[in-house]
């Protein structure tokens, strides 16, 4: 597998929380993706992050990317009950995206 | 934003029988992939498609799948035949471009296969 088994995880928190993300991934990549999954629904790209960037900020959202130790993080400022959903990280491998197992998020109103 | 549009969203089969899932992808995008998601489980890349041929298929995507666009009409999964372990949420994606560094995919809702 491409990802760390850390991926896989669940948290709920309250409105108005903030949360971090994390994922890491064992092979090189020059890009990290963060996609956000709401229920029935495809994914949909929240944030591109590249190697060079080490931060990407987008609203209340904020990606790193750290190329040593092959990690990458997403933060959520001011969390929303829409925030709701499955977020994954994604790398990019010859043409495709390989995606990690995600983080199930629940926003309790 | 553009959107990718999947017919049927749900297909209930007999295993055995064919399958063929529908993909209208973003219209000026050149690359299609084809992912399949088994419940609370993760994206899993089974095949992309550029300029009418397979670039890379994945060990999921077995000899019964296949894909093709003919004439620049739907992006088809085909299925032939079925199988009980196929039953999940297949998801198509587009993007314009991928050139030297990654791209942003965009994915349609899924069509949730049922194999009975």
């Known amino acids: 597998s491409q990802w760390g088994e850390e991926n896989l995880q669940a948290l709920s928190i309250q409105e108005g929380e903030d949360v971090t993300m994390n994922c890491s991934y064992k092979?090189?990549?020059?890009?990290v993706q963060w996609y956000r999954q709401k229920s029935g629904k495809g994914p949909a790209q929240l944030i591109l992050?590249?190697?060079?960037?080490r931060e990407k900020r987008s609203g209340r959202l904020r990606a790193t990317l750290d190329t040593s130790s092959q990690s990458s993080s997403l933060s959520i400022t001011g969390t929303l009950a829409t925030d709701t959903a499955v977020y994954f990280c994604?790398?990019?491998?010859?043409?495709?995206?390989?995606f990690g197992q995600g983080t199930k998020l629940s926003i309790k109103p | 934003g553009p959107k990718v549009l999947q017919i049927p969203s749900h297909q209930i089969i007999d295993m055995g029988q064919m399958v063929t899932l529908n993909c209208d992808p973003v219209?000026?995008?050149?690359?299609f992939y084809w992912y399949k998601q088994i419940l609370g489980q993760q994206m899993e890349f089974l095949v992309n498609?550029?300029?009418?041929?397979?670039?890379?298929k994945s060990k999921l995507f077995k000899d019964q799948f296949s894909v093709e666009r003919p004439d620049g009409s739907y992006f088809t999964l085909k299925i032939q035949p079925t199988a009980l372990e196929d039953s999940a949420v297949y998801f198509c994606?587009?993007?314009?471009?991928?050139?030297?560094?990654?791209?942003?995919?965009?994915f349609g809702s899924g069509t949730r296969l049922t194999v009975l």
């Open positions: 994604a790398t990019d491998a010859q043409g495709k995206l390989i």
């Open positions: 219209s000026n995008h050149l690359y």
């Open positions: 092979t090189y990549t020059t890009v």
């Open positions: 992050i590249r190697s060079n960037e």
């Open positions: 498609f550029y300029n009418g041929k397979v670039m890379e």
């Open positions: 994606a587009s993007s314009p471009d991928w050139g030297a560094s990654a791209e942003t995919l965009y």
